[in-house]
C-alpha cells in the first residue's frame, strides 16, 4: 500500500488537466470530479484517475484536495452546495485553493474549513496551460509553513517555482498584484500597437525597436507574436478571466485603501473589451480589440 497522499482534484480545465497529469505521473493516486467538459476528465481516468460523483465524496477519499476553478464564486459554491466539500472534510485534510480569489473570501473560507478539522493553503498559479501540461508551473503560496512542506512534494509535481507569499490570504494577494502588473503591461501594448496601426507604423518595425530596448517585456512579445505571427496560443488567458481578476484586484486596493489610479483604467479597458464580445477571446486580442475601437486593422 502506498504512503503517499490521496489527491482529489476540481477543476479538470486549461490548468487542472496538466496538474492532474503530472501527479499520476509521479505515482500518486488522482480523484478527479465528473464534470460537463469529458475530454480532459477522461483523458485523466485513462491515465489512471478515479471519477467521483460529487465533491463531498471527492474529500471523504482524499487527503489533499486541489481547488482549480475561476474565483471565488466558483469557490464558494464548490464548498457550501448540497453535497459539496465541507461536507466531506474530515480531520487533517488539506485545501489546496489554486484559483485566483478575492482574499476576504478566502479568509472565510479558510476559517470554515478550519473549523471543520480541514486545513486551508492558498496557492494560485502563474504561467500558462503549456506550462502546467509540462510541469512547470509558478506558485504562490500563503497559510502554514509546517502544512505547505507538507504537501510540497505534491506541489513540485507541477510546479518549478515555489514562492511564499505569508499567512492565509498573502498568496491571492501576490497573484492579484502580479496579474495587475502583467495585464497592465497588456493593455499599454494594446493601446501602443493601436496607434502604431493608426499611425502607419510598420508593425515588425514597432517589434525589432521594441524589442532591443528598455522597452521590451514578455507581453510585449507575446501581444506582438499574435499580431505578427497570428499566433495567440503563448497567452491561453480568456479576456473575461483577466477582467475578473483586474476586479479582484480593485475591490482589494478599495478595501486596504491604496491608491489604484492606473488599474481603474486597465480594469475598464476589459471591462469594455468583455461588453464589446472579446471576452471569450484570448488575452493577445486586447490588441485587435484597441485597432477595433480605433477603427484600424493591427494585423496584416
Known amino acids: 500500500m502506498s504512503d503517499k497522499q490521496r489527491v482529489g482534484l476540481i477543476g479538470v480545465g486549461l490548468m487542472g488537466h496538466g496538474i492532474g497529469k503530472n501527479i499520476l505521473k509521479n505515482g500518486y493516486a488522482l480523484t478527479v470530479l465528473a464534470h460537463k467538459n469529458r475530454k480532459p476528465v477522461e483523458s485523466l481516468i485513462g491515465l489512471g484517475a478515479s471519477e467521483a460523483s460529487s465533491a463531498k465524496e471527492l ?22 452546495r448540497d453535497g459539496g466539500l465541507m461536507e466531506g472534510i474530515h480531520n487533517g485534510m488539506v485545501v489546496v485553493d489554486c484559483s485566483t480569489a478575492e482574499p476576504d473570501s478566502t479568509l472565510k473560507v ?15 498559479m502563474t504561467r500558462t496551460p503549456k506550462e502546467a501540461e509540462t510541469g512547470n508551473l509558478g506558485l504562490m503560496t500563503g497559510g502554514d509553513e509546517t502544512t505547505l512542506s507538507e504537501i510540497r512534494p505534491i506541489l513540485d509535481c507541477f510546479a518549478d517555482t515555489i514562492i511564499h507569499a505569508g499567512a492565509v490570504g498573502a498568496g491571492h494577494k501576490l497573484k492579484l498584484i502580479n496579474n495587475f502588473l502583467a495585464l497592465g503591461k497588456a493593455a499599454l501594448v494594446s493601446e501602443a500597437i493601436a496607434a502604431a496601426a493608426k499611425g502607419g507604423v510598420d508593425m515588425q518595425a514597432l517589434n525589432d525597436i521594441v524589442v532591443a530596448g528598455g522597452a521590451n517585456s514578455v507581453m510585449f ?24 481578476d483586474l476586479g479582484y484586484y480593485t475591490t482589494m486596493t478599495q478595501n486596504q485603501s491604496s ?5 481603474e483604467s486597465v480594469n475598464q479597458s476589459f471591462i469594455m473589451a468583455k461588453n464589446m464580445g472579446y471576452g471569450e477571446k484570448f488575452v493577445p486580442r486586447m490588441a485587435e480589440f484597441m485597432g477595433h475601437i480605433n477603427d484600424v486593422k493591427v494585423r496584416k
Open 59 to 80: 474529500a471523504e477519499n482524499s487527503d489533499v484536495v486541489i481547488l482549480c476553478v475561476t474565483g471565488s464564486p466558483e469557490v464558494e459554491n464548490t464548498l457550501y
Open 110 to 124: 479558510a476559517g470554515d474549513i478550519h473549523s471543520k478539522g480541514g486545513r486551508y493553503v492558498d496557492v494560485p
Open 221 to 244: 512579445e507575446r501581444l506582438m507574436k499574435f499580431v505578427l505571427d497570428d499566433d495567440e496560443s503563448v497567452l491561453q488567458f480568456y479576456i473575461k478571466n483577466a477582467q475578473k
Open 259 to 263: 491608491t489604484s489610479f492606473i488599474a
